[in-house]
């Protein structure tokens, strides 16, 4: 009985010391990692543990980018797990970015030439207000934009400066590209990401 007492106790110590370990993190930062303590019946074996677990048929593991949540600038809430499995350009811009605004008719064709690409503006470094400014001049509201004014995604997709592309495999691997991408630089990126 005092066995059973011990392995409880031990148990809850663990769960303890990994809740510390989460303390101060913001919510849109990455996901720590859980302890978790799984006891199992003499002569059984353990479950498998998260990372050895395979998504079911059909659904695609998420990669450790996709993981953030964000604000889109018509007020949605926009989960980055939701483009799981697909092709990705993020365009990652500034609105008094003159780059930006240049590429803009190109993200634009693109985006509608390509739509088997999920594509997603990230605004960031001026006022929402500029951003959307900004979307409706250049005419790409068709894209979902999303209002990253603290950096956030920017950070986490490892992005310092606009213009910048994210190019993402369903796999979650990545390429980034530097603009002014003009339509056939981005063509060419697109292809690739697309595996033609």
């Known amino acids: 009985m005092s066995s059973v007492r011990t392995t409880a106790a031990m148990a809850m110590l663990v769960l303890l ?4 370990g989460t303390a101060g993190q913001d919510e849109t930062g990455p996901s720590a990692a859980t302890a ?3 006891t199992s019946a003499p002569g059984s074996s353990p479950p498998a543990s998260p990372a050895e677990t395979t998504p079911a048929a059909g659904t695609a593991a998420v990669p ?16 980055g797990e939701s483009l799981a ?5 993020f365009w ?34 001026d006022t929402e207000a500029a951003m959307k400014e900004f979307v ?6 068709d894209l979902v934009h999303l209002s990253d004014a603290k950096g956030a995604v920017w950070t986490k997709l490892g992005v310092s400066e606009q213009s910048t592309f994210v190019f993402m495999e369903p796999d979650g691997s990545t390429q980034k590209a ?7 630089k981005l063509d060419e990126h697109l292809r690739t990401l697309l595996g033609r």
Do not use: H, M, N
């Open 85 to 89: 499995g697909k092709p990705i350009a």
């Open 92 to 125: 990652f811009w500034a609105p008094w970015c003159p780059k930006c605004l240049s590429e803009a008719p190109a993200v634009k064709t693109a985006a509608a030439q390509y739509d088997d690409v999920a594509f997603v503006g990230v605004a960031s470094l």
């Open 17 to 20: 010391a990994a809740a510390c």
């Open 36 to 38: 978790t303590t799984v």
């Open 178 to 184: 530097s603009g002014p991408l003009g339509r056939d």
């Open 136 to 141: 409706q001049r250049t005419g790409t509201g």
């Open 64 to 79: 450790a980018a996709l993981r953030f949540s964000a604000r889109t600038l018509d007020g949605q809430t926009f989960q």
